[in-house]
T-cell receptor, first 111, second 111 residues
């Protein structure tokens, strides 16, 4: 299957700091999705991107669909303790209806 | 949450027994998916459905079967559970603009 490389694998940051993470693929995707997952819960969709170059915000979160269509980025500004969790990306190829997932970035926010 | 429920939420079963997990959605979405999530592997597609009685295999379909006799229900069956099938199982739907939403998950333990 398609491999999505997500980095970093984990982050430990101070409250108030900004966070950046990214996802890259060897294939061209036509949709990029970003999720947050808390322990024992299902993934929650944060942002969906549909066009190369698209920049979309959801509160303190901003995500971008890379121009090459092989990558995507998620930024979190002014982190707070409730941002703790695992963030992961997902992408969908131009054909088919399957989604492919990164292995996640574990975020720890130190108060 | 796209109106997705999963049942049961937790199950412990013995090796060799059959197990059926249910996913129910209330918003008439065409596409439904079953994933398993394991440490170090992220989310992996087991099977998906693109309509009533229309299903296709995913990356890790061996040992699993699915059925969809109604739009709202997508069943995942482990014909003879094995310890390697201990995992958290998530159902998902594809939304109207190509995004994907997940259910709350079922934690399955095979002893």
């Amino acid at each position: 299957g398609q491999q999505l490389n997500q980095s970093p694998q984990s982050m430990f940051i101070q409250e108030g700091e900004d966070v950046s993470m990214n996802c890259t693929s060897s294939s061209i995707f036509n949709t990029w999705l970003w999720y947050k997952q808390d322990p024992g819960e299902g993934p929650v969709l944060l942002i969906a991107l549909y066009k190369a170059g698209e920049l979309t915000s959801n509160g303190r979160l901003t995500a971008q669909f890379g121009i090459t269509r092989k990558d995507s980025f998620l930024n979190i500004s002014a982190s707070i303790p409730s941002d703790v969790g695992i963030y992961f990306c997902a992408g969908q190829l131009g054909t088919g209806n399957q989604f492919y997932f990164g292995t996640g970035t574990s975020l720890t926010v130190i108060p | 949450d796209a109106g997705i429920t999963q049942s049961p939420r937790h199950k412990v079963t013995e090796t060799g027994t059959p197990v059926t997990l249910r996913c129910h959605q209330t918003e008439n979405h065409r596409y439904m998916y079953w994933y398993r999530q394991d440490p170090g592997h992220g989310l992996r597609l087991i099977h998906y459905s693109y309509g009533v009685k229309d299903t296709d295999k995913g990356e890790v379909s061996d040992g699993y079967s699915v059925s969809r006799s109604k739009t709202e229900d997508f069943l995942l069956t482990l014909e003879s559970a094995t310890s390697s099938q201990t995992s958290v199982y998530f159902c998902a739907i594809k939304g109207r603009v190509g995004e994907q939403y997940f259910g709350p998950g079922t934690r399955l333990t095979v002893t």
